[in-house]
């Protein structure tokens, strides 16, 4: 009879069987006792193969994260190079989220623009003081310029770059047809102005004085100007010396810690505007959206006048859509609009009531102010919008005092279809008439009557209708 095995001498097998090249993974083990048991066993070839599988994913893996980093480590690029509009801020707005939301080392703003909305300017500069991301504002190309709005932003950036022979400055605040604004108003608009510069260029050790003085004396300055002035920190002719310029650099910003620039080596993104922002960008011009507002208007008069034209109503109808879409995201003043509808109303009056002549004149009036209302409001670019959009008023208001007057005149003719147009008509009497009769009229015989006794053969005028009857008066003749 054999000796029961002790534990030990099973645990010392259990090792032996671990440290043996076996290719099993598992093994079944049958104890003295008669009862079975599983043992796992990881062979060293198979722990090699694991080893070196999880190294390649893990090497792997790394590789991808790097690219991803270094893809999304990428410098955002965007042009500012039209009138500062609600478009522009909008897709410079969605820019900066965009670039906010990728972790991107810095935003180059390249400006190149005569000046805009000062609405649409405080919108972009809260943007880019917002903006988690540094914001370089760069006016290039040779010949560019960041005038009226456009220094706004150049100041507002937390790096300002100008290239060679470009200038900036010129930042008072005119009208929207580059008139002076009234004193009261002009003083408000010129101190907040210089308030709103103040701000953002004390917290980046920028001079105060040379930057007010853009908008209080509409003062400009070329680049060699504004870098001595210290209003620009760097002049490089094009964005890849503006790079190796800004590397490194300590960047001043508002409200937030400051932040050395890394951006050597790195790419860029280019933001274009869509073809539709392009496109609404134009639309969205005041005298664009005034003028697209006022052929509307004339499209649809001319269609109610003249039912089933059908021309005039769908031009009318594509463009007053295509002006209430520019209204939409332009500061319009809803006065205006109204005076521009009233007088078209005027004009409808005119033709319905005989107004003899003064709905007319009450309609020119009204459209001509509406339309100067329309936009009225403060800008910094000259444009000479308002002129423009007065003047397609009163083109417009003579357009409509035309068709009002040619469809008065027909109304005053004479009917040529249905039985008002036999008013007017003499004929001879078929038969006596005067509670009924005949008379031959357009190749037919229709009933008659008369006042007075009508003998046969006598000459007669119809006066009047009276159904299918025709009113007759006898005539004399000659």
Known sequence: MRPRASGSRIQKNFRARRKASIRTISTTRVCPEGKQFRLLVAPRLYNRAVKHLLGAVLVFLGLFSANASKAERAVY???????????TADFLSQVIREA??????????RINTPGGWLDSTRQITTSILASKVPVVGFVTPPGAQAASAGFLILMAC????????????????????????????G????????????????????P???????VTEAVSFSEVEAAEKKLVEIVAKDTAELLQKLDGRT???????????????????????????????????????????LLGLVGIYAELQNPGAIFPGILGGICLLLALFAMSVLPTNWVGIGLVLLGLLF???????????????????????????LFHRDDLAPRGEFWFVAAGAGAVALVLAVLSAKAVAVQSLPRQTGYEAFVGLTSRAQTDIHHKGKIFVEGA??????????????LVKIIRTEGLCLIVQAIREE
Do not use: C, Y
């Open 77 to 87: 690029v965007a042009d500012i190079d039209r009138d500062i509009n609600p478009v």
């Open 100 to 109: 906010d939301v990728a972790g991107a080392p810095a935003i180059i703003l």
């Open 158 to 185: 937390d790096v300002a770059a100008m290239a060679p022979g470009t200038n900036a400055g010129a930042a008072s605040p005119v009208g929207g047809s580059g008139e002076e604004l009234p004193e009261t108003i």
């Open 187 to 206: 003083k408000k608009i010129k101190e907040d102005t210089a308030a709103l510069l103040r701000s953002v260029v004390t917290a980046r050790d920028r």
């Open 208 to 214: 105060q004085e040379p930057a007010v003085k853009t």
């Open 251 to 293: 960047v001043k910003r508002v409200g937030k810690p400051d932040s050395v620039l890394k951006v050597a080596g790195l790419p860029l993104v280019e933001k274009s505007m869509t073809p539709l922002q392009r496109a609404l960008g134009v639309i969205a011009s005041p005298a664009v959206a005034g003028l697209l507002f």
């Open 347 to 373: 004009f409808f009056l005119e033709v319905k009531l005989a107004g003899h002549g003064l709905f007319a004149i009450g309609g020119g009036i009204a459209m001509v102010l509406g339309a100067a209302l």
């Open 445 to 458: 015989l229709w009933e008659a009557r008369s006042a007075v006794p009508i003998p046969a053969g006598s």
